[in-house]
């Protein structure tokens, strides 16, 4: 079946480290991969996304790359800000029926330290 | 504010009692979701609806649970005789289809139940 697994949390890092949080996939056909965060007390808001094998999804210093060889998604950030302490979840979205439906990793919790 | 608003933001109530969430999702989408989300997982797929229909439904809708889009706006779920493991995060969702799957899901920020 369609699943996705992240690496378990908490994530406790200093500020200005480098970020990976890893993610893998499993899925029929050709998913679209994305990454969603959720900060404290607010909803999910999505971070990046990638369409296509080899793709690469970037936004507010954050990548993640499509790499349907090794089926990951792995997050990345070159160096980490106290503001980006929050949970961040992997998805895929794969058809279903009469729609796209979102598969979720468990999140991982980030806590970054000043 | 153009987003997703829920309502209400938290709800506590007696086990048994029938509970009520709106959402309003972003005006030009046609689709909408529902997730439950507990603590430390991520969101797990309640329902779908494309404009008023309802076009899926998870297994973990029990009978209690019911949702409407009566006229493909706004949204309601009800939870009739509320139960502790009801206790969760409910989030709705909005879409405008965007092609192969690659559509952008618009969450609002939850309604929190707590079932004592």
């Known amino acids: 079946g369609n699943s996705v697994t992240q690496m378990e949390g908490p994530v406790t890092l200093s500020e200005e480290a480098f970020l990976t949080i890893n993610c893998t996939y499993t899925a029929t056909g050709y998913p679209s991969l994305f990454w969603y965060v959720q900060y404290p007390g607010e909803g999910l808001q999505l971070l990046l996304k990638a369409t296509k094998a080899d793709d690469k999804g970037s936004n507010k210093g954050f990548e993640a790359t499509y790499r349907k060889e090794t089926t990951s998604f792995h997050l990345e950030k070159g160096s980490v800000q106290v503001s980006d302490s929050a949970v961040y979840f992997c998805?895929?979205?794969?058809?279903?029926?009469?729609?796209?439906?979102?598969?979720w990793g468990a999140g991982t919790k980030l806590i970054i330290k000043p | 504010d153009t987003g997703v608003s829920q309502d209400p933001r938290h709800k506590i109530t007696k086990r048994g009692q029938n509970v009520t969430f709106r959402c309003d999702p972003i005006?030009?989408?046609?689709?909408l979701y529902w997730y439950r989300q507990t603590l430390g997982q991520g969101p797990e797929f309640l329902t779908y609806f494309q404009n008023e229909a309802q076009l899926e439904k998870s297994r973990l809708l029990s009978d209690r649970f019911s949702a409407e889009r009566p006229k493909g706006s706004f949204s309601t779920l009800e939870i009739q005789r509320t139960e502790q493991g009801d206790s969760a995060m409910y989030l709705c969702a909005s879409s405008r289809p965007q092609g192969r799957g690659n559509t952008e899901a618009f969450f609002g920020q939850g309604t929190r139940l707590t079932v004592v």
């Open positions: 998805a895929l979205s794969v058809p279903m029926d009469s729609n796209y439906q979102l598969i």
């Open positions: 005006s030009e989408h046609n689709r």
